[in-house]
């Protein structure tokens, strides 16, 4: 199995500017989560997916912050506009049994905004 | 409010020596709990897993103790090796079977010198 499959790894882009970010879950997966990594907050949980249904979105900072699953292979994180602070790690992670089992996380989106 | 927190934030050991992580939780009710090891450049690795009906588990080279009196767990990596240097977060679900976060403490940077 490839894992799960995050792009672009690098993104940088100019204040203002649409954001996509993409991820695939390992096959057979039913949970997808979406986490941001910073040094000051660490991983913090933005959405979750089950069966491609959003659970828990309360972790999404704001309204410039979308997820969405239209089908199981496939999740966008998406920001507009994009402002600085929003500059982070993002990781994707897909797991079998929701939180009470092993989360597979991909390598995550580099992402700068200048 | 609730938290996963860990007691150094980074451990320097030896190669072949052992290395044992510390991690404290305040939810009483917490029946799992997990360890991730997190490399450069990467996402984070799932280690080994602990229910709360344990007091003890092993892998290969790590073993987990919980302590549920005190609300403590340890990863212990046995005869450290340098590709064992990264970051290492114990990680606990809060909430129902369904719905609710997994939350990461801070982490741990394991430095092993040759």
């Known amino acids: 199995d490839a894992g799960v499959i995050q792009s672009p790894r690098h993104e940088v882009t100019e204040m203002g500017q649409e954001v996509t970010l993409r991820c695939k879950p390992i096959?057979?997966?039913?949970?997808l989560f979406w986490y941001r990594q910073t040094m000051m907050r660490g991983l913090e949980l933005l959405i979750y997916f089950n069966n491609n249904v959003p659970i828990d979105d309360s972790g999404m900072p704001e309204d410039r912050f979308s997820a969405k699953m239209p089908n199981a292979s496939f999740s966008t994180l998406k920001i507009q506009p994009s402002e600085p602070r929003d500059s982070a790690v993002y990781f994707c992670a897909s797991s079998l049994r929701g939180l009470w089992s092993p989360l597979h996380f991909g390598n995550g989106t580099r992402l700068t905004v200048t | 409010g609730e938290s996963v927190g860990l007691h150094l934030p980074t451990l320097s050991v030896q190669e072949g020596d052992n290395s044992i992580i510390n991690c404290a939780y305040s939810n009483s009710a917490s029946d799992y709990f997990i360890w991730y090891k997190q490399e450069s450049g990467k996402g984070p690795q799932f280690i080994i897993d602990?229910?709360?009906?344990?007091d003890k588990r092993q892998g290969q080279r790590v073993t987990v103790l919980l302590n549920k009196t005190v609300k403590h767990l340890s990863l212990q990596i046995a005869a450290t090796q340098p590709g064992d240097s990264a970051v290492y977060f114990c990680?606990?679900?809060?909430?129902?079977?369904?719905?609710?976060?997994?939350?990461f403490g801070q982490g741990t940077t394991l430095q092993v010198k040759p």
């Open positions: 602990i229910r709360s009906n344990m």
């Open positions: 990680a606990e679900p809060h909430g129902s079977s369904n719905t609710g976060k997994l939350i």
């Open positions: 096959s057979g997966h039913d949970y």
